[in-house]
């Protein structure tokens, strides 16, 4: 069984930072290491959208091209935590974000996490 917990979310001022932390983890096996992982948001009455990925062997990161720039993703391969920094905020980021990953030998997202609320004010 596979849990994603997400943490960071909350309230900040246009302009500010935030960091998302998701803590993956397979409660039947100590040595579960994902494929890769990433971050998605979805905005009120709007369609998830694509933030990020991260391979968690090799780091490489890809990222949706409006998300380039302010939004970094890295990963803690130790803790199985991929994080997602968010810079220079704007309220148009304002969303809800989950965390999802794919399994060892998965080639897609197959587990997600409940989602942490960001709300950007102006």
């Known amino acids: 069984q596979v849990q994603l917990v997400e943490s960071g979310g909350g309230l900040v001022q246009a302009g500010g930072s935030l960091r998302l932390s998701c803590t993956i983890s397979e409660l039947s096996e100590r040595t579960w290491t994902p494929n890769f992982a990433g971050w998605f948001r979805q905005a009120p009455g709007k369609e998830r959208a694509f933030v990020g990925t991260i391979f968690f062997n090799t780091g490489e990161t890809l990222y949706a091209d409006s998300m380039k720039g302010r939004f970094t993703i890295s990963r803690d391969n130790a803790r199985n935590t991929v994080y997602l920094q968010m810079n220079s905020l704007k309220p148009e980021d304002t969303a809800k974000y989950y965390c999802?990953?794919?399994?060892?030998?998965?080639?897609?997202?197959?587990?997600w996490g409940q989602g942490t609320q960001v709300t950007v004010s102006s």
């Open positions: 999802a990953a794919a399994g060892p030998s998965d080639t897609q997202y197959v587990y």
